[in-house]
């Protein structure tokens, strides 16, 4: 089945460490993203993507870092600098040009800081 | 700086009643705006719009947008507990901020049986 897969569902950070959060897609999508959302609110804009080996920062791209090179994979690295990172972080990928414009979403992963 | 914002940020209902969300934007080079509706992880899509004035429509749920006065509804007919989630809205920016998708903060709906 085609779709978005993002992995661990739950992971624990302790203080000063870095941690990568991976996110996969064979949707054949050229574009993928990354959003944290916090309790009760909506997505914030980490990074994007829209090709192999290029990215943009988002809104709150400060504490984190993304690479990208494989079309399939956009992971996503959470570093000792981003001083409250617990959050539930959304990746989703989508087609470009012409009018596909719809995001496909993956299952998330809940960061908690130990 | 794009800016998606939504009101109201929560709402409470009983089933039958039926509600308004409300999303107002400002981005540069405007492509789209996109709904989609969160109930546990991944939010899944409900609408698309690009033209102005053109209802979209799916059951109870419809959705229109106004491009002059920048900004879309949400409606929700005869709602259900079911219809309990987070509504989000999205705008899909063009030119040099091409591919950037910016969300407002999201409106937390509830709906009592």
């Known amino acids: 089945d085609g779709g978005i897969t993002q992995s661990p569902k739950y992971l624990f950070r302790k203080e000063g460490q870095n941690v990568t959060l991976s996110c996969e897609q064979n949707?054949?999508?050229?574009?993928m993203y990354w959003y944290r959302q916090d309790p009760g609110q909506g997505l914030r804009l980490i990074y994007y993507?829209?090709?192999?080996?290029?990215?943009q920062k988002g809104d709150i791209a400060e504490g984190y870092s993304v690479s990208r090179e494989k079309k399939e994979s956009f992971p996503l690295t959470v570093t000792s600098a981003q001083k409250n990172p617990t959050a539930f972080y959304l990746c989703?990928?989508?087609?470009?040009?012409?009018?596909?414009?719809?995001?496909?979403f993956g299952s998330g992963t809940q960061l908690s800081v130990l | 700086e794009d800016k998606v914002v939504q009101s109201p940020l929560s709402l409470v209902v009983h089933e039958g009643d039926t509600v308004t969300l409300n999303c107002s934007y400002e981005?540069?080079?405007?492509?789209?705006l996109l709904w989609y509706k969160q109930e546990k992880k991944a939010p899944t899509f409900l609408f698309m719009l690009?033209?102005?004035?053109i209802e979209k429509k799916s059951g109870r749920l419809s959705s229109i947008l106004d491009k002059k006065e920048l900004f879309s509804i949400l409606n929700i007919t005869a709602t259900q507990t079911g219809d309990s989630a987070i509504y989000l809205c999205?705008?899909?920016?063009?030119?040099?901020?091409?591919?950037?998708?910016?969300f407002g903060q999201g409106t937390i709906l509830t709906v009592h049986p």
């Open positions: 999205a705008v899909n920016a063009g030119g040099t901020s091409y591919g950037k998708l910016t």
């Open positions: 690009t033209s102005s004035g």
């Open positions: 989703a990928s989508r087609a470009t040009g012409g009018t596909n414009e719809k995001l496909f």
């Open positions: 981005v540069t080079n405007f492509r789209s």
């Open positions: 949707l054949n999508h050229d574009a």
């Open positions: 993507s829209q090709i192999v080996n290029d990215f």
